[in-house]
Structure formats: C-alpha cells, structure tokens
C-alpha cells in the first residue's frame, strides 16, 4: 500500500495532460473534476465508521484518506499552472524546502501521538504529506514529457533505444539518491512523504518500467490486453481492490490465517479484479477524473 498510493500519483502524472501539454487546468474545473474524489473521501469515512472497520489513524489522520490527497493534489496543481518543461523544478523546490521543514522538527510532531482537537492536528498526517504528493507529481508531469512526449522537434531523442537508455540512468540515479537520504537524511516514510520516500517511489516505478523496455528485445513480444485493461482504468481499478480489501478484513482475522488461505486470498483478489478491468474495457467504461 506504502508504494501503491505513490506509484497511482506517479503513474497519472506521467501521461496527465500537463506532461502531454495538451491544454492548462483552471482551478475551477479542477474543483469540479476532483468533486468525486472528495464524495468518495466522505463516503469512505461513512461506510468506515458505519461497519465499524479498523482505521489506523497513524496513516493518514483520523478523519483523512487518499481520496482527499488526490484532490488536494489536482487542486493544487491548477493554482500554480506552469509548463510541463518547468514542473519538475517547482517540484524538486517544494520537496526540498518540504523536507528542510520536517528536519527542523515537523517529522517529530507527524509522527508523534499528539494530538490535538482541531481539525488540522486530527489530520496531520494527510494535511501535511500533501505537500509530498504534490512535489512528486509536479516532477513526474516534467518526467512524463521528457521521456514520453517533449518538443516535436525532439522526435529523434524519442527513439526506443535512447529512451530506454535515459529511463535506466534516471532510475539507477533515483536509487542513488534514495540510498543517500535514507542512509543519511531521514529515513524513508510514507507517512510523511518525505524526500526519501518521493525518490524510492520514483526509482521503483522507474525500474519497473526500464525492465518493460527490454520487451522489445523478446521476438514476437506484444504489450498483454490485461495491462491495456488496467492501464484504462487506474482509478476504477483502484477502488474496487480497495472495496475487496475491505471485505477481506471484514470477513476473517488477516493475521492468523495460514499461509495456503492467504495464497488463496490473493489469486481470488486478482482474478476478481482482472475480470473486472476486461468487462469495463469490453462496455467501455472508464471511470477518470482529473
């Protein structure tokens, strides 16, 4: 869940029409794009709080989710709407003074049990981290057109082998940086969203797709239907595993079943949501919001 929730923000940055350029976001239609985020924030706490369903509060406040990050995140975006050439560098300027900021001592109040009664101290986590997610989009929209899209004129530097190529420098580079704040800075910590956990996130998704380039060098290779399924419905996709982890936990004690229940669990969970993202994909159904 730790990378998961990071890998979703990196995943929509990288293809957002911010990277594409396509066409700038005000802060109106952002609000009204994000309005279904912030109903499935409150549905959240409701149906939680109805079933009574275990909430770690450590993770993102008491009242807090990542429905509400990811609004908070859209929103932000179209306040300070920038080319996507220059995004990584507002980014890059929001995680660093983000992280001096936790180094004089706001990582010791978010991870801490205090607790106050307003509504700020109650969410700490969620409210503060915010800045995290943000910073780690605005990177990923200049990573996105720089890899994926850039200028027309750039057509010869989008060539498969020279992106391969820059995909694995930047990624062995984000695992060097990742080693050297871990090891030296604070360690990583996806409560915080800190510097460490912003370049650990983008390192491992890096990898991952740096090990999908050399696909190409498989004959006959062709990209599965069950990742184009996936791939057009990240949101929907992540919803309705969230809904069977709930289940899941609801119905028995996570923790105490055997290890063959556990197996059985996981197979069920994934052939559940792959037919799930082949019949949205067969009718059509893409469910996006920003």
């Known amino acids: 869940m730790d990378i998961g929730v990071g890998s979703f923000i990196v995943a929509n940055a990288l293809v957002s029409r911010q990277a594409r350029g396509i066409a700038k976001t005000n802060l109106r239609n952002a609000i009204s794009s994000t309005c279904p985020l912030i109903v499935l924030g409150f549905a959240r706490i409701f149906f939680t709080s ?6 770690h509060v450590g993770e993102y406040g ?14 932000l975006t179209s306040i300070i709407n920038l080319p996507p050439s220059y995004c990584g560098i507002l980014g890059w300027f929001i995680l660093v003074v983000y992280e001096v900021i936790l180094l004089l001592g706001l990582n010791e109040y978010l991870l801490s049990n205090e607790r106050g009664h307003d509504i700020i101290s109650q969410n700490k986590e969620g409210i503060f981290s915010i800045f995290g997610y943000w910073g780690l989009y605005l990177v990923c929209v200049q990573l996105g057109n720089y890899l994926f899209f850039g200028k027309p004129g750039d057509a010869a530097l989008r060539t498969n082998d020279w992106a391969r190529i820059r995909v694995w420098i930047i990624c062995l580079l984000f695992w060097l940086f990742t080693v050297l704040l871990d090891g030296h800075v604070e360690r990583v910590s996806r409560r915080m969203c800190n510097l460490a956990y912003v370049t650990v996130v983008l390192a491992m998704n890096l990898q991952v797709f740096a090990v999908l ?6 004959p006959g290779y062709k990209v599965a239907a069950l990742i184009e399924y996936f791939d057009r419905n990240l949101l929907g996709s992540f919803l309705l595993a969230n809904v069977l982890t709930g289940m899941v936990n609801l119905s028995m ?3 105490s079943v055997s290890p063959f229940v556990a197996l059985a669990i996981l197979v069920g969970y994934a052939y559940i949501l792959s037919i799930a993202a082949a019949v949205a ?4 159904i893409r469910l996006k919001f920003w």
């Open 213 to 218: 380039t050399l696909a190409d060098y498989v």
């Open 50 to 55: 109805s079933v009574d369903y275990q909430v």
């Open 281 to 284: 994909h067969f009718y059509g």
């Open 62 to 75: 008491v009242h807090w989710n990542f429905f509400f990050t990811l609004a908070g995140v859209a929103i």
């Open 253 to 255: 004690d996570t923790l």
